[in-house]
């Protein structure tokens, strides 16, 4: 029973991220918009402005592209071997349980769960297991862990990227 509920709460975020494509997109990608999330992604609405008003953006692998991000968002990039990996499903209930700091500094989540379909993410950063990895907007790896991490210690790490640092500076972010 228990395993049943990780791998349902482990797959509430990735079934929320693919719901259905607005007519139009012929690929079925859309840029990133900063601030969006899946819901308004699929419907084609805006998300609410405020970083406490919004969700955290979990996209799986298949439906995301590293370029769409570029300049615009920090994936942070979540790899196991099935969705039922205990680190997988923990590292997703930490990060959804205290959104606002990783919003606060633009990350948006990714996740691959399945080794045989070679995504464009696992082939790019060659995980092994599970793995948690933190990229910058401009597409840089900057830190890879092999076990999860806790949003204030995702956030100290974003928090010294040479980007972050003069988003800080310039905007006087905290």
Do not use: C, N
Not at 51 to 78: C, G, H, K, N, S
């Amino acid at each position: 029973m228990k395993l049943k509920r990780l791998i349902f709460l482990a797959a509430v975020p990735l079934l929320a991220a693919m719901g259905p494509r607005p007519e139009g997109e012929a690929d079925g990608h859309r840029p990133y918009v900063r601030g969006e999330v899946p819901a308004a992604r699929s419907e084609g609405t805006a998300a609410p402005a405020g970083p406490a008003e919004r969700e955290l953006t979990v996209l799986p692998a298949a439906e995301a592209d590293p370029a769409e991000f570029m300049w615009q968002a920090r994936p942070v990039v979540i790899f196991a071997d099935t969705a039922a990996d205990p680190a997988f499903v923990e590292q997703l209930t930490a990060l959804q349980r205290d959104p606002a700091p990783l919003l606060a500094r633009d990350v948006v989540v990714v996740t691959d769960t399945d080794p045989a379909t070679a995504s464009v993410w696992r082939r790019q950063l060659r995980p092994e297991g599970f793995s948690l990895v933190l990229m910058d907007k401009d597409g840089q790896v900057k830190q890879r862990k092999p076990v999860p991490w806790s949003v204030r210690e995702i956030t100290r790490a974003i928090d010294k990227f040479p980007l972050r640092l003069r988003e800080i500076g310039r905007a006087g972010l905290p």
